[in-house]
């Protein structure tokens, strides 16, 4: 059996490691093979050979074509089988034939020690029918060789930096824009139009478009990219993760290299995800809890290819900066106006110029010339040639200004193409940032100068002010606004390492759908979390001994593993506040569960304390298929449903980062004694948050809910309590050998 990749990152997670291969040599091969060559015009095996061979970088000597049907092509010498190349040191096995023949072509590649595998056919699952078998069979031989493969259906690979293409695709011809950007879509079409930013001055290290990702995935590349010095900045276009594990790694990794990530996630509702699917198979995967992932580690969200094309360029051209105060400078009010508006709707405030920069302006400017920030320059730029880029000068060197926006809000001819070229040129001459807006229809010499110089104009003032507001909200996430100790990890506690073997011996029992109340309750206390005074009885005189041991008033509800929402069994009664009222209580509450499942297991009836001196708050785990146990806090009680107020987070998260999420609550107010109300102890619900999440991370994928509903939060320094909660196993798992 064959073995190639070597790991480049290996994470333990939970008894399983997250695993970023070795992709090295795929990335930078030695020699290629190009499987399925073809003289053919117009054919996709003649534009790859000469995009490699004639386009790139690359030493066409070490170019080897497979065709069994020619001797000879493009003048060199073509082999009938991969067998026949004497040569060792070829890396990349690149194929272009029918699906069919293409599995049993892998283990010859593999047998024949190529350790990647790039395969543009297409007819896999995406075509279903044969296309699926014929996928598995490529699995096993994946799994046979250890061969790694890049595909299948996909137009290849792209390294501008490097000046190698690996692909089909005719595109390719214009790519001559190298830079700071790693491109990585899963869709071939989407990512070609990204790349074709270039005309805008968007310049791209990688373009990765990985098709079906039978066995490489969209995260590998991530990371591969992430590594490499000439990339700043990593655009991605996603329609859903094949291990969302390993994305998770990814953004992580890329949080630690300060290297922003932006992501445009398509198959985002259902329609969509259905689309996706037949596309390339992708599971799209919840989108709130993706959004929850992005936020606690740094991920940037866009909502369109104009987006990530423009949001990533800025990051390339703007690195990371710890402080982004704005000016706005133009020769027109409205822009000006228009743009202030949208920086206030945005939280984005405009810096005050210095009393140095305020007299420069007013020497430099006509008396009528507001001088304030944004910058009106009127139509005093059309007799003063000079005053526009003069002006922009003064503001760059505000020792309280780093970025300058600037509207070009119309074509005026030559005077609209100085003012271009001088921003090219003061660009060329300043650490700061300029940010040019060109706003007319019109693509005109200007434009072109300001894309030539590499400025990268937007095409509206909101597409531009949403991308500064995204560039500084990373640089202050980054920098400041959220600490390290924000986004730690916490590391679960010895007691939440053996409720978790406890709970894991209770899930596993054989039939068990649910934890009940009292169970579940029992759970979180072993995990530090409180709830309330309880004892569980099986007689109406039981329950009244332990009522008056708890102390009136209390609360009766039936106990069932069959019976989850005892609400709507009519199976719970509050505050009981007698003997006589509890024995009634008792026989009814029993009726009513009979009545609402006449086959339900019945375990008891629980007396509990009554708790009313607090805030009812929703506290829970639920287990994403991609991304593995996330945590949720809410408004709870019967307002859960009404008001959806909740935020989430990736399991585990650090009290500090517990925090964080409480804070983005809209009901967050409540808490901190809205309108001179109660203070309640935020604290204390962290601190549960914490240690919740830190019990799920330990558990898995062995709960597939979790829910404390309501858990109170008592007045500060009083700690919370949970009032009721239920545990859901994942049945799922039982039985495939998953491991914590």
């Given at each position: 059996m064959l073995r190639f990749s070597r790991e480049l990152r290996a994470r333990p997670k939970k008894g399983v490691f997250v695993v970023f291969p070795d992709i090295s040599r795929l990335m930078k091969p030695r020699e290629i093979v190009l499987i399925g060559a073809s003289e053919k015009e117009g054919s996709l095996a003649r534009t790859t050979y000469e995009n490699i061979a004639e386009r790139s970088n690359f030493d066409k000597e070490k170019l080897h074509l497979v065709n069994p049907r020619y001797d000879r092509l493009f003048g060199r010498k073509c082999y009938k089988r991969v067998s026949d190349i004497k040569s060792r040191e070829i890396d990349v096995a690149i194929l272009l034939i029918k699906a069919d023949y293409v599995p049993e072509t892998v283990r010859e590649?593999?047998?024949?020690?190529?350790?990647?595998?790039?395969?543009?056919?297409?007819?896999?699952?995406?075509?279903?029918?044969?296309?699926?078998?014929?996928?598995?069979?490529?699995?096993?031989?994946?799994?046979?060789?250890?061969?790694?493969?890049?595909?299948?259906?996909?137009?290849?690979?792209?390294?501008?930096?490097?000046?190698?293409?690996?692909?089909?695709?005719?595109?390719?011809?214009?790519?001559?824009?190298?830079?700071g950007i790693g491109l990585a879509s899963q869709g071939g079409g989407m990512g070609r139009c990204v790349m074709q930013g270039q005309k805008r001055g968007i310049g791209f290290g990688y373009f990765i478009s990985t098709g079906n990702e039978l066995d490489l995935e969209l995260s590998d590349f991530i990371y591969y990219m992430l590594n490499d010095p000439q990339i700043r900045v990593i655009a991605a276009v996603v329609e859903g993760f094949k291990t969302g594990e390993k994305f998770k790694e990814a953004a992580k990794f890329a949080l630690e290299k300060k290297k922003p990530i932006v992501l445009l996630k398509v198959?985002?509702?259902?329609?969509?995800?259905k689309i996706a699917l037949s596309h390339t198979g992708s599971m799209a995967g919840s989108d709130e809890v993706l959004d929850a992932l992005c936020k606690q580690y740094g991920v940037v969200r866009v909502d369109d290819l104009d987006?990530?094309?423009?949001?990533?360029?800025?990051?390339?051209?703007?690195?990371?900066?710890?402080?982004?105060?704005?000016?706005?400078?133009?020769?027109?009010?409205?822009?000006?106006?228009?743009?202030?508006?949208?920086?206030?709707?945005?939280?984005?405030?405009?810096?005050?110029?210095?009393?140095?920069?305020?007299?420069?302006?007013?020497?430099?400017?006509?008396?009528?010339?507001?001088?304030?920030?944004?910058?009106?320059?009127?139509?005093?730029?059309?007799?003063?040639?000079?005053?526009?880029?003069?002006?922009?000068?003064?503001?760059?060197?505000?020792?309280?200004?780093?970025?300058?926006?600037v509207p070009v809000y119309a074509y005026y001819g030559k005077v609209t193409d100085k003012i271009c070229r001088d921003l090219v040129d003061a660009a060329a001459h300043t650490d700061k940032i300029i940010v040019p807006i060109w706003m007319s229809p019109m693509e005109a010499d200007g434009l072109k100068f300001l894309e030539e110089g590499r400025l990268v104009p937007f095409r509206s003032i909101k597409s531009t002010i949403l991308a500064v507001k995204r560039y500084i909200d990373y640089c202050r996430f980054i920098h400041g606004n959220h600490r390290?100790?924000?986004?730690?990890?916490?590391?679960?506690?010895?007691?939440?390492?053996?409720?978790?073997?406890?709970?894991?011996?209770?899930?596993?029992?054989?039939?068990?759908?649910?934890?009940?109340e009292y169970a579940s309750k029992n759970l979180l206390k072993s995990i530090g979390i409180p709830a309330?005074?309880?004892?569980?009885?099986?007689?109406?005189?039981?329950?009244?001994?332990?009522?008056?041991?708890?102390?009136?008033p209390v609360a009766l509800k039936i106990v069932s593993p069959d019976i989850p929402h005892k609400t709507e069994a009519g199976a719970v009664r509050l505050n009981v506040n007698s003997?006589?009222?509890?024995?009634?209580?008792?026989?009814?509450?029993?009726?009513?569960?009979?009545?609402?499942?006449?086959?339900?297991?019945?375990?008891?009836?629980?007396?509990?304390?009554?708790?009313?001196?607090?805030?009812?708050?929703i506290l829970g785990l639920k287990l994403d298929p991609q991304f593995g146990s996330v945590v949720l806090i809410g408004m709870g009680g019967i307002h859960t449903e009404l008001f959806k107020d909740a935020v989430m987070g990736i399991n585990p998260i650090s009290k500090a980062y517990a925090r964080s999420l409480i804070s983005r609550l809209k009901s967050a107010p409540l808490l901190n004694g809205f309108r001179g109300g109660v203070k309640y102890d935020v604290d204390a619900l962290a601190d549960a948050v914490e240690k919740l999440s830190a019990?799920?991370?330990?558990?898995?994928?062995?709960?597939?809910?979790?829910?404390?509903?309501?858990?109170?939060?008592?007045?500060?320094?009083?700690?919370?309590?949970?009032?009721?909660?239920?545990i859901i196993p994942n049945t799922t798992s039982r039985g495939k050998g998953l491991q914590p």
């Open positions: 590649c593999a047998e024949c020690g190529i350790p990647f595998a790039l395969i543009m056919s297409a007819g896999f699952a995406e075509a279903g029918g044969k296309g699926v078998e014929l996928q598995e069979q490529l699995v096993r031989v994946i799994r046979e060789t250890g061969i790694r493969v890049y595909g299948p259906n996909c137009p290849g690979l792209t390294d501008l930096n490097n000046r190698l293409g690996m692909t089909f695709s005719g595109g390719y011809a214009y790519d001559h824009l190298s830079g198959a985002r509702t259902d329609l969509g995800q987006e990530l094309m423009e949001t990533s360029a800025l990051f390339a051209r703007c690195g990371l900066r710890e402080r982004v105060n704005l000016a706005i400078v133009s020769g027109s009010g409205g822009s000006n106006t228009l743009a202030a508006d949208l920086c206030g709707q945005m939280g984005l405030e405009l810096a005050e110029f210095s009393e140095e920069t305020i007299g420069k302006l007013k020497r430099i400017a006509p008396p009528y010339v507001a001088i304030s920030n944004p910058v009106d320059l009127t139509a005093a730029i059309f007799s003063d040639t000079d005053l526009h880029i003069n002006s922009v000068k003064a503001v760059l060197e505000d020792e309280n200004i780093d970025m300058v926006i390290a100790g924000d986004r730690a990890e916490a590391g679960a506690s010895p007691a939440v390492r053996a409720a978790a073997e406890e709970a894991r011996r209770i899930v596993r029992v054989p039939g068990r759908s649910t934890l009940d309330t005074r309880e004892q569980i009885v099986q007689e109406p005189d039981e329950a009244v001994a332990a009522a008056r041991e708890i102390g009136y003997d006589e009222e509890l024995a009634q209580a008792f026989r009814e509450i029993k009726q009513s569960a009979s009545v609402y499942n006449p086959a339900a297991r019945i375990e008891g009836v629980l007396v509990s304390e009554m708790v009313t001196d607090g805030l009812e708050m019990f799920g991370d330990a558990m898995g994928r062995e709960i597939a809910e979790l829910d404390i509903n309501p858990l109170i939060v008592l007045p500060e320094g009083q700690g919370v309590k949970a009032l009721d909660a239920l």
